[in-house]
T-cell receptor, first 116, second 114 residues
Framework: DTEVTQTPKHLVMGMTNKKSLKCEQHMGHRAMYWYKQKAKKPPELMFV???????INESVPSRFSPECPNSSLLNLHLHALQPEDSALYLC???????????????FGSGTRLTVV | QKEVEQDPGPLSVPEGAIVSLNCTYSNSAFQYFMWYRQYSRKGPELLMYTYSSGNKEDGRFTAQVDKSSKYISLFIRDSQPSDSATYLC??????????????FGQGTELSVKP
């Protein structure tokens, strides 16, 4: 299995809702990442997990809350989002953070989030 | 000034053309360079990676890095309509405790016409 699987593929949520995005990989990778991508823009790093520990938080607002329950699973909990948070949320993984930095990541297909 | 500059295009070429995609960067500490391809409504897919300066070839794709000029290129030979996508360059400097962070270019939108 060489894939990063993200669910759901599409999500529409109101500004008062709580929802979660899920990301799963079974490649034995120990680094996992959340990126946010707006239309016609490059991906922007949000969080990095290394061996299930939060390694980087790129000053992301607290309405985004990441969680790494085990080495295969990464969640992004969403609460009280704003319409400007509408974007494609991408999960990625790599063997570890050094391999990721040197040789790149495997990305999932993303969750397209719309906040209304 | 952005750390990585990439012409967003769009770039339109006829099928069979040689395509040249480029990025410039300002951080001389970058040593690892990647190219990703992203189809519409999909996640980026890693095409190639290179370390430091030099060339790397994989089928119809060739990646070049010129660290002295802080310039990287991706060449696509015999371009096909299936190559139509957005191409993102990415780079990193792991020694700077970036913790696996990749810096992406803006992405170039490529369209190959039959």
């Amino acid at each position: 299995d060489t894939e990063v699987t993200q669910t759901p593929k599409h999500l529409v949520m109101g500004m008062t809702n709580k929802k979660s995005l899920k990301c799963e990989q079974h490649m034995g990778h120990r680094a996992m990442y959340w990126y946010k991508q707006k239309a016609k823009k490059p991906p922007e790093l949000m969080f990095v997990y290394s061996y299930e520990k939060l390694s980087i938080n790129e000053s992301v607002p607290s309405r985004f809350s990441p969680e790494c329950p085990n080495s295969s699973l990464l969640n992004l909990h969403l609460h009280a989002l704003q319409p400007e948070d509408s974007a494609l949320y991408l999960c990625a993984s790599s063997q570890d953070i050094r391999v990721g930095a040197n040789y790149g990541y495997t990305f999932g297909s993303g969750t397209r989030l719309t906040v209304v | 000034q952005k750390e990585v500059e990439q012409d967003p295009g769009p770039l339109s070429v006829p099928e069979g053309a040689i395509v040249s995609l480029n990025c410039t960067y300002s951080n001389s500490a970058f040593q690892y360079f990647m190219w990703y391809r992203q189809y519409s409504r999909k996640g980026p897919e890693l095409l190639m990676y290179t370390y430091s300066s030099g060339n790397k070839e994989d089928g119809r794709f060739t990646a070049q890095v010129d660290k002295s000029s802080k310039y990287i290129s991706l060449f696509i030979r015999d371009s096909q309509p299936s190559d139509s996508a957005t191409y993102l360059c990415a780079m990193s400097d792991f020694t700077d405790n970036q913790g696996g962070k990749l810096i992406f270019g803006q992405g170039t939108e490529l369209s190959v016409k039959p």
